[in-house]
Protein backbone atom coordinates (compact mmCIF):
# COMPACT_ATOMS: atom_id res chain seq x y z
CA UNK A 1 0.00 0.00 0.00
CA UNK A 2 1.83 3.04 -1.29
CA UNK A 3 1.81 6.48 0.72
CA UNK A 4 3.82 9.03 1.03
CA UNK A 5 6.76 7.38 2.68
CA UNK A 6 7.29 6.16 -0.80
CA UNK A 7 8.59 9.18 -2.38
CA UNK A 8 8.85 9.60 -5.88
CA UNK A 9 7.66 12.55 -5.01
CA UNK A 10 7.52 10.37 -1.42
CA UNK A 11 5.55 7.42 2.73
CA UNK A 12 1.45 0.49 3.59
CA UNK A 13 -0.29 0.93 3.42
CA UNK A 14 -3.85 2.97 4.47
CA UNK A 15 -8.22 7.76 7.89
CA UNK A 16 -10.69 11.62 9.00
CA UNK A 17 -12.18 12.82 12.15
CA UNK A 18 -14.93 10.78 13.22
CA UNK A 19 -15.71 10.27 16.85
CA UNK A 20 -16.49 6.22 17.90
CA UNK A 21 -19.37 5.38 19.64
CA UNK A 22 -21.01 2.60 21.46
CA UNK A 23 -23.45 1.94 23.90
CA UNK A 24 -21.24 -0.51 25.40
CA UNK A 25 -20.03 1.53 28.28
CA UNK A 26 -16.36 -0.50 28.60
CA UNK A 27 -15.84 0.41 25.43
CA UNK A 28 -16.70 4.22 24.80
CA UNK A 29 -14.78 6.59 23.26
CA UNK A 30 -14.27 9.82 25.25
CA UNK A 31 -16.64 12.11 23.70
CA UNK A 32 -15.31 15.09 25.43
CA UNK A 33 -13.31 15.86 22.32
CA UNK A 34 -16.44 17.12 20.31
CA UNK A 35 -15.20 15.48 16.85
CA UNK A 36 -18.30 15.11 14.45
CA UNK A 37 -19.69 11.01 14.16
CA UNK A 38 -18.92 9.78 11.15
CA UNK A 39 -16.83 12.58 9.65
CA UNK A 40 -14.63 10.43 6.74
CA UNK A 41 -12.17 12.90 5.11
CA UNK A 42 -9.73 14.80 6.73
CA UNK A 43 -8.57 18.12 5.56
CA UNK A 44 -5.89 20.18 6.65
CA UNK A 45 -8.06 23.18 6.79
CA UNK A 46 -10.17 21.47 9.24
CA UNK A 47 -11.32 23.15 12.47
CA UNK A 48 -10.52 20.35 14.55
CA UNK A 49 -6.90 22.09 14.87
CA UNK A 50 -6.57 20.84 18.50
CA UNK A 51 -6.90 17.43 18.00
CA UNK A 52 -4.25 17.17 14.72
CA UNK A 53 -2.25 18.47 17.25
CA UNK A 54 -2.90 15.47 20.41
CA UNK A 55 -2.42 13.37 17.03
CA UNK A 56 0.94 14.02 16.63
CA UNK A 57 2.24 14.46 19.89
CA UNK A 58 0.84 11.02 20.28
CA UNK A 59 2.88 10.06 17.52
CA UNK A 60 6.07 11.77 18.39
CA UNK A 61 6.07 10.23 21.46
CA UNK A 62 5.48 7.13 20.33
CA UNK A 63 8.21 7.41 18.20
CA UNK A 64 10.37 8.97 20.64
CA UNK A 65 9.94 6.29 23.10
CA UNK A 66 10.49 3.39 20.50
CA UNK A 67 13.95 4.64 19.57
CA UNK A 68 13.01 5.71 16.04
CA UNK A 69 13.71 9.68 16.49
CA UNK A 70 16.56 9.38 14.15
CA UNK A 71 15.30 7.42 11.28
CA UNK A 72 16.04 10.04 8.75
CA UNK A 73 19.84 8.78 9.10
CA UNK A 74 19.83 5.07 10.03
CA UNK A 75 20.05 1.60 8.03
CA UNK A 76 18.51 -1.75 9.26
CA UNK A 77 18.00 -4.91 7.80
CA UNK A 78 15.57 -7.46 8.47
CA UNK A 79 14.04 -11.10 7.08
CA UNK A 80 10.73 -11.30 6.71
CA UNK A 81 8.88 -15.08 5.41
CA UNK A 82 11.20 -16.23 2.56
CA UNK A 83 13.04 -12.57 1.60
CA UNK A 84 15.91 -10.21 2.80
CA UNK A 85 15.02 -6.48 3.97
CA UNK A 86 17.46 -3.67 4.15
CA UNK A 87 16.05 -0.14 4.95
CA UNK A 88 18.49 2.93 4.62
CA UNK A 89 17.29 6.42 4.72
CA UNK A 90 20.33 9.47 4.58
CA UNK A 91 20.65 12.88 3.98
CA UNK A 92 17.39 13.12 1.95
CA UNK A 93 17.52 9.78 -0.08
CA UNK A 94 16.42 6.53 0.68
CA UNK A 95 17.10 2.69 -0.48
CA UNK A 96 14.67 0.21 0.25
CA UNK A 97 16.13 -3.77 -0.50
CA UNK A 98 15.11 -6.70 -1.11
CA UNK A 99 16.84 -10.18 -2.12
CA UNK A 100 15.98 -13.47 -2.63
CA UNK A 101 16.80 -17.05 -4.61
CA UNK A 102 14.18 -17.95 -6.03
CA UNK A 103 13.49 -22.21 -5.22
CA UNK A 104 12.42 -22.91 -8.83
CA UNK A 105 15.12 -21.28 -11.48
CA UNK A 106 17.82 -20.84 -8.97
CA UNK A 107 17.76 -17.25 -10.32
CA UNK A 108 18.88 -13.92 -7.45
CA UNK A 109 16.35 -11.70 -7.67
CA UNK A 110 16.97 -8.19 -5.83
CA UNK A 111 14.46 -5.56 -6.20
CA UNK A 112 16.09 -1.82 -4.95
CA UNK A 113 13.65 1.21 -5.08
CA UNK A 114 14.92 4.06 -4.56
CA UNK A 115 13.73 8.51 -4.72
CA UNK A 116 14.14 7.57 -8.26
CA UNK A 117 11.97 4.32 -8.77
CA UNK A 118 12.72 0.67 -8.43
CA UNK A 119 15.09 -1.48 -10.36
CA UNK A 120 15.02 -4.90 -10.08
CA UNK A 121 18.38 -7.11 -10.65
CA UNK A 122 18.23 -11.24 -11.80
CA UNK A 123 21.65 -12.46 -11.12
CA UNK A 124 23.41 -9.39 -11.00
CA UNK A 125 21.97 -8.04 -14.47
CA UNK A 126 19.56 -5.10 -14.24
CA UNK A 127 16.24 -6.71 -16.27
CA UNK A 128 13.71 -4.37 -18.15
CA UNK A 129 10.50 -4.24 -16.80
CA UNK A 130 6.50 -2.64 -17.73
CA UNK A 131 5.45 -0.18 -15.98
CA UNK A 132 2.62 -2.15 -14.16
CA UNK A 133 5.15 -4.90 -12.77
CA UNK A 134 7.69 -1.78 -11.81
CA UNK A 135 4.88 -0.28 -9.62
CA UNK A 136 3.58 -3.79 -8.12
CA UNK A 137 7.06 -4.55 -7.23
CA UNK A 138 7.84 -1.21 -6.01
CA UNK A 139 4.74 -0.63 -3.69
CA UNK A 140 5.77 -4.76 -2.69
CA UNK A 141 9.22 -3.58 -0.98
CA UNK A 142 7.65 -0.31 0.35
CA UNK A 143 4.38 -1.82 1.93
CA UNK A 144 6.70 -4.21 3.83
CA UNK A 145 9.15 -1.18 4.74
CA UNK A 146 5.73 1.08 5.52
CA UNK A 147 4.91 -1.12 8.73
CA UNK A 148 8.36 -2.48 9.96
CA UNK A 149 8.91 0.63 11.52
CA UNK A 150 5.44 1.93 12.35
CA UNK A 151 4.84 4.89 13.93
CA UNK A 152 7.35 6.24 12.44
CA UNK A 153 6.43 6.51 8.99
CA UNK A 154 3.51 8.32 10.94
CA UNK A 155 5.56 11.83 10.97
CA UNK A 156 5.78 11.88 7.58
CA UNK A 157 4.33 15.53 6.15
CA UNK A 158 1.94 14.28 3.92
CA UNK A 159 0.19 11.79 6.99
CA UNK A 160 -2.73 14.04 8.83
CA UNK A 161 -3.98 12.44 11.91
CA UNK A 162 -6.45 12.90 14.27
CA UNK A 163 -7.13 12.29 17.86
CA UNK A 164 -10.17 10.54 18.47
CA UNK A 165 -10.35 9.98 22.27
CA UNK A 166 -9.65 6.74 24.59
CA UNK A 167 -11.47 3.34 23.70
CA UNK A 168 -11.12 0.40 25.76
CA UNK A 169 -9.81 -2.87 24.09
CA UNK A 170 -8.94 -6.13 26.25
CA UNK A 171 -9.37 -4.19 29.58
CA UNK A 172 -6.48 -1.51 28.72
CA UNK A 173 -7.07 1.93 27.99
CA UNK A 174 -5.76 3.00 24.37
CA UNK A 175 -5.39 6.42 22.63
CA UNK A 176 -7.08 6.48 19.24
CA UNK A 177 -5.96 8.20 16.37
CA UNK A 178 -7.46 8.42 12.62
CA UNK A 179 -5.13 8.91 9.76
CA UNK A 180 -5.78 10.08 6.27
CA UNK A 181 -3.30 11.89 3.50
CA UNK A 182 -2.57 14.68 1.58
CA UNK A 183 -4.44 14.28 -1.82
CA UNK A 184 -1.54 15.92 -3.29
CA UNK A 185 1.50 14.15 -1.41
CA UNK A 186 -0.09 10.91 -0.01
CA UNK A 187 0.63 8.33 -2.75
CA UNK A 188 -1.81 6.50 -5.00
CA UNK A 189 -4.03 4.93 -1.96
CA UNK A 190 -4.47 8.53 -0.28
CA UNK A 191 -7.81 7.92 0.08
CA UNK A 192 -7.64 4.51 1.96
CA UNK A 193 -8.60 3.98 5.97
CA UNK A 194 -6.35 3.62 8.98
CA UNK A 195 -6.99 3.65 12.94
CA UNK A 196 -3.84 3.37 15.63
CA UNK A 197 -4.61 2.51 19.28
CA UNK A 198 -1.65 3.75 21.53
CA UNK A 199 -1.30 3.11 24.71
CA UNK A 200 -2.00 5.72 27.15
CA UNK A 201 0.71 4.64 29.53
CA UNK A 202 3.46 3.62 27.67
CA UNK A 203 2.64 5.01 23.73
CA UNK A 204 3.33 1.50 22.38
CA UNK A 205 1.45 0.97 19.07
CA UNK A 206 -0.90 -2.00 20.34
CA UNK A 207 -3.13 -2.01 17.22
CA UNK A 208 -4.20 -0.93 14.05
CA UNK A 209 -6.84 -1.26 11.22
CA UNK A 210 -7.21 -0.42 7.87
CA UNK A 211 -8.79 -0.80 4.28
CA UNK A 212 -9.47 0.24 1.12
CA UNK A 213 -12.31 2.76 0.62
CA UNK A 214 -15.71 1.56 1.78
CA UNK A 215 -13.94 -0.86 3.89
CA UNK A 216 -12.84 -3.36 1.01
CA UNK A 217 -10.35 -5.48 2.62
CA UNK A 218 -10.71 -5.02 5.90
CA UNK A 219 -7.59 -5.50 8.68
CA UNK A 220 -7.00 -5.52 11.96
CA UNK A 221 -3.42 -6.03 13.19
CA UNK A 222 -2.36 -6.75 17.13
CA UNK A 223 0.70 -5.90 18.01
CA UNK A 224 3.25 -9.10 20.04
CA UNK A 225 6.32 -10.10 20.57
CA UNK A 226 7.83 -6.66 21.55
CA UNK A 227 11.41 -6.70 21.67
CA UNK A 228 14.25 -4.02 21.84
CA UNK A 229 17.18 -4.34 18.93
CA UNK A 230 19.98 -2.14 19.03
CA UNK A 231 17.66 0.58 20.77
CA UNK A 232 14.69 0.18 18.90
CA UNK A 233 11.62 -1.58 19.35
CA UNK A 234 10.51 -4.14 16.70
CA UNK A 235 7.35 -5.89 17.25
CA UNK A 236 5.30 -8.77 15.48
CA UNK A 237 1.86 -8.55 14.38
CA UNK A 238 -1.44 -10.86 13.95
CA UNK A 239 -3.11 -9.71 10.92
CA UNK A 240 -6.97 -10.08 11.11
CA UNK A 241 -9.52 -9.38 8.70
CA UNK A 242 -13.21 -10.69 8.72
CA UNK A 243 -14.54 -14.29 8.51
CA UNK A 244 -16.05 -14.29 5.38
CA UNK A 245 -13.25 -11.46 4.05
CA UNK A 246 -16.37 -9.23 3.33
CA UNK A 247 -15.81 -5.09 3.57
CA UNK A 248 -16.59 -4.10 7.23
CA UNK A 249 -15.55 -0.24 8.59
CA UNK A 250 -12.86 -0.12 10.26
CA UNK A 251 -14.95 1.33 12.40
CA UNK A 252 -15.75 -1.80 13.59
CA UNK A 253 -13.02 -4.09 13.83
CA UNK A 254 -11.77 -4.05 17.52
CA UNK A 255 -15.12 -4.56 18.89
CA UNK A 256 -15.32 -7.65 16.14
CA UNK A 257 -11.90 -8.79 17.52
CA UNK A 258 -13.31 -8.34 21.31
CA UNK A 259 -16.11 -10.17 20.14
CA UNK A 260 -14.18 -12.57 18.58
CA UNK A 261 -15.64 -12.12 15.13
CA UNK A 262 -12.55 -12.02 13.29
CA UNK A 263 -9.93 -14.79 11.98
CA UNK A 264 -6.50 -15.02 11.55
CA UNK A 265 -5.19 -13.92 8.38
CA UNK A 266 -1.41 -14.56 8.90
CA UNK A 267 1.19 -13.77 10.79
CA UNK A 268 3.85 -10.27 10.48
CA UNK A 269 7.21 -11.80 11.87
CA UNK A 270 10.46 -10.00 11.14
CA UNK A 271 13.27 -12.22 11.89
CA UNK A 272 17.16 -11.32 12.71
CA UNK A 273 16.74 -7.33 12.65
CA UNK A 274 20.02 -5.53 12.94
CA UNK A 275 21.35 -2.23 12.83
CA UNK A 276 23.70 -2.05 10.14
CA UNK A 277 25.91 0.61 8.92
CA UNK A 278 24.61 3.26 6.24
CA UNK A 279 26.27 2.92 3.02
CA UNK A 280 27.02 5.72 0.80
Known amino acids: MKKHFYLIGLSCLLFAGALLTNCNTDRAIDDSSGLETNTKMVSPDSTQSAHISRAK????????????????????????????????????????????????????????????????????????????????????????IYFAFMPWVLTDPAVIPVYEGQENIKGEVLDRVRVGFEEENGGSDNKDEFLYWFSAETRQLKYLAYSHPG???????????????????????????????????????????????????????????RVVPIID
Open 215 to 273: GAMPRFRVANNERTVDGITVRDYHNYTTADKSARTIDKLSQDYEEGKLVLLSEINLEEV
Open 57 to 144: TIIDEAVANAGLSGFNSAAVSFRFRDKEYRYQRNAGKFKYERWWQDTVSGQRIRDILTNTGLTRLIDGQEVDLPDKKRRAYGNSVNSV
